[in-house]
């Protein structure tokens, strides 16, 4: 299939990886459809994609993904706290622990 790509914006992330946004049109059918592509910088700067996915312009697929998007990160944000809580009682219980024994040394 061949296609045009009428407009992109990318987002990097990591040492040389990319996420490509874009707006493209199939040249056979005229259809136009959106993507979302993730690839990695060449040690020359080269774009190479590994993935992607295209789905219609359509705004009720377009605001689901974004909604869906931010739920799956509010959430991780929420674990993340969850998970921070977690550690701080745990090393709270072995300073406790640490301090109990050198109680009993110094006895």
């Known amino acids: 299939m061949e296609y045009e790509t009428l407009t992109s914006e990318y987002v990097d992330y990591g040492r040389n990886k990319f996420i490509e946004i874009s ?8 259809a136009v459809f959106l993507n979302i592509s993730k690839g990695y910088y060449t040690p020359q700067g080269t774009k190479r994609y590994q993935r992607g996915i295209g789905f219609p312009p359509q705004d009720d697929i377009v605001e689901g993904l974004m909604a869906k998007l931010k739920s799956v990160m509010d959430s991780v944000t929420e674990a993340e706290k969850t998970q921070q809580v977690e550690r701080e009682q745990a090393q709270k219980k072995e300073a406790q622990a640490q301090a109990n024994v050198n109680e009993e040394l110094d006895d």
């Open 23 to 30: 707006k493209k049109k199939v040249v056979s059918e005229n």
